[in-house]
C-alpha cells in the first residue's frame, strides 16, 4: 500500500487549501482513512478521520467547522479540505490508512505553512 499526500503550500491566515491524499490499489475502500499532522517541535497529532461507508467521520476540536475530510472510493483518494486556517494550523500533514489509534499505512506528509 502507497499513500501519496499533495496540496501542501503557503497561504496566509484565513485562506484555504485542499489537501488530497492518493492511495494504491483500493486502500481507500478497505481501510479507514485519516489525517494527523505534526507541528515544529510537537509530536504528531489527529486530525479527522472517515470510515469506510463515508460515514464515522471525526475531527480534532481545534479544527472542527474549518476542515472537511471526504473520500473518493473511484479515485481511490481522500481529501482535507481545510478552510479559515491558522497559523497554528502550519505542520506537515500526512495521511494514513487504518484504525485511527494505529494505523498500518502511512503517507510522507506535505507541508502546509500559515502566515499571519
Known amino acids: 500500500v502507497q499513500l501519496q499526500a499533495s496540496g501542501g503550500g503557503l497561504v496566509q491566515a484565513g485562506g484555504s487549501l485542499r489537501l488530497s491524499c492518493a492511495a494504491s490499489?483500493?486502500?481507500?475502500?478497505?481501510?479507514?482513512m485519516n489525517w494527523f499532522r505534526q507541528a515544529p517541535g510537537k509530536e504528531r497529532e489527529f486530525v479527522a478521520t472517515i470510515g469506510l461507508s463515508g460515514g464515522s467521520i471525526w475531527y480534532t476540536d481545534s479544527v472542527k467547522g474549518r476542515f472537511t475530510i471526504s473520500r473518493d472510493s473511484a479515485k481511490n483518494t481522500v481529501f482535507l479540505q481545510m478552510s479559515s486556517l491558522k497559523p497554528e494550523d502550519t505542520a506537515v500533514y500526512y495521511c494514513a490508512a487504518g484504525p485511527v489509534k494505529n494505523p498500518i499505512y502511512w503517507g510522507q506528509g506535505t507541508l502546509v505553512t500559515v502566515s499571519s
Open positions: 490499489a483500493r486502500t481507500v475502500n478497505l481501510y479507514t
